[in-house]
């Protein structure tokens, strides 16, 4: 089956800088790689997603890298603020459904003020 | 809000028992999968259910089981409780042709 490493498990950067997540996978037939924040004490929620047919996709101050090749993808978060603190998990499905996603152990990212 | 409810919100049972967790889907979203997230880790898929059949199965042994309801809502079941099954249970639901995958709050569950 679908094994996904994540790293690293904690990141800790300044406000204003950048942060990046990286995260490999191990099955070639995965298709689909959605990220998800999850607050303490809440539930995970999407915040960008990428299919295999493409490189690279932004939205605002969240962009995500995929190389196929290689079988890695990357969350970059330029900017940083302090709501941005939380973890982060990566995940992968075999179906452009998301369905039966493997995650990733998680990343703590904290935002120093 | 997702409009994904999961009850109860925390739950304490003791080894050997039974257990049952629900989750409420918004209507038309006809896929539920379950997770299981120990505590620092990443969520763990269970199982999946679309259209009130189960259609993928992850790592778990048949202790653990499922129901998909015509109303949009879910059970998790869990026989014979272990130590080890002490941990927070996702449900998360999609509507049909979409891939967001929509979260409940999740189910704390302390096994003693």
């Known amino acids: 089956g679908e094994n996904v490493e994540q790293h690293p498990s904690t990141l800790s950067v300044q406000e204003g800088d950048s942060a990046v997540i990286k995260c490999t996978y191990s099955?070639?037939?995965?298709?689909?790689f959605p990220w998800y924040k999850q607050e303490l004490g809440k539930r995970p929620q999407l915040i960008i997603d990428?299919?295999?047919?493409?490189g690279e996709k932004k939205d605002q101050r969240i962009a995500v890298t995929l190389n196929k090749t290689a079988k890695h993808f990357s969350l970059h978060i330029t900017e940083t603020q302090p709501e941005d603190s939380a973890v982060y998990f990566c995940?992968?499905?075999?179906?452009?459904?998301?369905?039966?996603?493997?995650f990733g152990g998680g990343t703590r990212l904290m935002v120093k003020p | 809000e997702t409009g994904v409810t999961q009850s109860p919100t925390h739950l304490i049972k003791t080894r050997g028992q039974q257990v049952t967790l629900r989750c409420s889907s918004q209507?038309?979203?006809?896929?539920v999968s379950w997770y299981q997230q120990a505590l620092g880790q990443g969520p763990q898929f269970i199982f999946q259910?679309?259209?009130?059949?189960?259609?993928g199965r992850g790592n778990f042994p048949p202790r653990f089981s499922g129901l998909q309801f015509p109303n949009y809502s879910s059970e998790l079941n869990v026989n014979a409780l272990e130590l080890d099954d002490s941990a927070l249970y996702l449900c998360?639901?999609?509507?049909?042709?979409?891939?967001?995958?929509?979260f409940g709050q999740g189910t704390r569950l302390t096994v003693v």
């Open positions: 998360a639901s999609r509507m049909e042709g979409g891939t967001e995958a929509f």
């Open positions: 995940a992968a499905s075999e179906d452009n459904a998301g369905n039966m996603l493997t």
């Open positions: 099955d070639s037939a995965s298709n689909y």
């Open positions: 209507s038309g979203h006809n896929t």
């Open positions: 990428i299919r295999s047919n493409v």
């Open positions: 259910y679309y259209r009130e059949e189960e259609n």
